[in-house]
């Protein structure tokens, strides 16, 4: 309750006076406010994207703030100073500070990643931050980005996402087959065993080739996403659950020499708005795909509809196999998916009896 | 309530003269660095109980890190110094600076309050931040609590609760009457209503009165909370879900004049930690729950039930008819709830698309 104390004062007095005189003996903390850092972020998203791109904007607003503009960020959209795949390559080189983008991006050369960001048919978003911050995913998500002097600090997560929007209605797994789907990653695999055909397209692609044609159907991420590219105005069906994406997880990462560099307490910083910006981020998606969807359900010319049940059974045992195979193949991915099985087998157990039974009581 | 005094005001005077002499060595912020705060954060949890107590001692340690120092909290269990339900008025007072707690507590002298934390068969955790955050519901929490002197930030939520622990099995809604049952505000006169005797006890006395038959059952909070205090040695049914707290939000309050007295950079530190608690503390309750759970579910001396159908819809359908009256009653509460039923009527709409769709399909 004493605000400032006396022999404080006077040490921040003293402290202060020499700082006029020789820099190097300025007192801790005046120091530490004295220096400033000049950071660029590059993202993979479109600039000030919805949920995405407004993620890291507020996370380089933030931190601006909290420091008193000692530590000033400047974001950039994908395309804007690398390509919105090259993130991790950038910020791996030092060639910017920071970064933001998805962990399943880095896919090919770091395939463990992935099972940071989502897994078919795998962790929700509330399961996989209770396994990174309390469950000791975020200490092997640190030892698999260390070689490439990447610090990740996860930010952000868009929840369950819709299974995306389709021209051909999907009443059985027959109609999977021939199936030209816009599904990257681990999803797109499932499908293609399924027997569809996965293609893989920017975002910015995807409206022009659902409305002409070249692809049948598209997931992209929900109601909030969905509605700003207008997918709604270049398909029928909108099906769910997203199986392919139950809660794909974020990622900032801050080049090692970059972090290294700055004081405590704007690391301190940093990684406060990080988690901070995961809970803003799951909040905007929470009330933009709610607000989305209120207006997607008044549009008579799409039609809402859930997966078949042996749609979805099918596509679980694939996505089960494609895993599976994806651990034998890679040392890395083996023991991060088995600490994330693990993990799963517990906490999808208490999902169950919480948020399911909670949601089938109060939805059905 | 000040938190300046002369001797630092003086300090900061000289550290600004000083500075004006070598600008390039010590930016303006150097002034703001060297005023200091010390604050006593009271609430409403045993001290560093799980979850709930360990949230506001998170969030003291990550601001005195984000602010090397310049703004320390002293936090403090219930009964500590004040009682655990006077925290709401010692921070009012301006007593001291800053307190944890939930608004459903402040019931009686402000009922509004209770939409905060959480309603009977209301928002989940995800939905109540959408709200909040991005859906107006912050704006409305902190008009109903200006007149207060305070300021409130959502900090932390529990998740979907459990519905208790029972040491009588309830087969139909004849089992609810005469069930004398802790289980205190919105849910407890939903059980009076329903045939039960709702009994209010603080967390210390509810294992004994359980043990004792004093009481037929309690609800508390779920496995990791539950386990910690042993009610699972006290009771042999474990029910299922949390009807009465289906995502609980909880608040850090802070008074107005000490609010005021921060510099920004201080005030965009400590909003920061609040909503980066709101992540840490669902992570951490999602991982301690499903780890507790896990034990719970190998002991042979307990039964992990769901309550039947219709004594879910009985309960939803007298929820429904106590929150109708709160808000006939009172003017505030119907304000509020009007925004609140508003927003969960789109929000409900998309979790039966996304979590519900997709937990049903991966979990059953």
Same mark, same amino acid.
Request: proline content about 4%; aromatic content about 4%; charged content about 35%.
């Given at each position: 309750m004493k605000r400032r104390e006396f022999v404080g004062g006077l040490a921040a007095a003293v402290g202060v006076t020499a700082c006029a005189q020789e820099p190097a003996d300025c007192g801790d903390s005046a120091a530490a406010s004295a220096e400033t850092f000049e950071w660029s972020c590059v993202t993979s998203w479109p600039p000030k994207f919805p949920g995405l791109g407004i993620g890291p904007e507020n996370l380089a607003q933030r931190v601006e703030a909290a420091t008193a503009g000692r530590l000033r960020i400047k974001v950039y959209g994908g395309g804007e100073l690398v390509p919105p795949f090259e993130v991790f390559d950038a910020v791996s080189r030092g060639t910017v500070e920071m970064g933001h983008s998805a962990a399943y991006y880095h896919k090919g050369k770091l395939d463990a990643a992935q099972f940071f960001t989502a897994i078919p048919f795998g962790m929700t978003s509330s399961e996989l931050e209770g396994w990174l911050y309390y469950g000791g995913g975020l200490e092997l998500y640190r030892e698999l980005y260390e070689p490439f002097d990447l610090v990740p600090f996860p930010t952000g997560n868009t929840g369950v996402q819709m299974g995306g929007w389709f021209n051909k209605e999907i009443n059985s797994i027959d109609d999977l087959k021939g199936l030209k789907m816009r599904i990257p990653g681990l999803g797109g695999e499932v499908l293609r065993r399924a027997g569809g055909t996965p293609v893989t397209l920017p975002g910015a692609e995807i409206f022009t080739a659902l409305q002409t044609g070249a692809i049948d159907a598209t997931e992209w991420v929900g109601p909030y996403n969905d509605a700003s590219f207008g997918l709604h105005k270049a398909a029928k069906y909108y099906y769910y659950p997203g199986w392919q994406e139950p809660g794909p997880g974020l990622e900032t990462i801050v080049n090692r020499a970059a972090w290294d560099s700055l004081p405590p307490d704007l690391q301190a910083v940093v990684s406060l708005a990080c988690q901070a910006v995961t809970s803003d981020m799951a909040a905007e998606y929470s009330n933009g795909n709610a607000e989305s969807l209120a207006q997607l359900a008044r549009d008579d010319s799409i =039609?809402?509809? =859930?997966?078949?049940?042996?749609? +979805? !059974? +099918? +596509?679980?045992?694939?996505?089960? =196999?494609?895993?599976? =195979?994806?651990? !034998?193949?890679d040392a890395r991915s083996a023991k991060i998916g088995e600490a994330y099985f693990a993990y799963l087998e517990k906490a999808s157990a208490n999902s169950k009896i919480t948020e399911l039974a909670y949601l089938k009581t109060r939805d059905t």
């Open positions: =039609e809402i509809r =859930e997966f078949p049940d042996d749609v +979805l !059974a +099918l +596509l679980r045992t694939i996505a089960h =196999e494609v895993v599976t =195979e994806l651990m !034998a193949d």
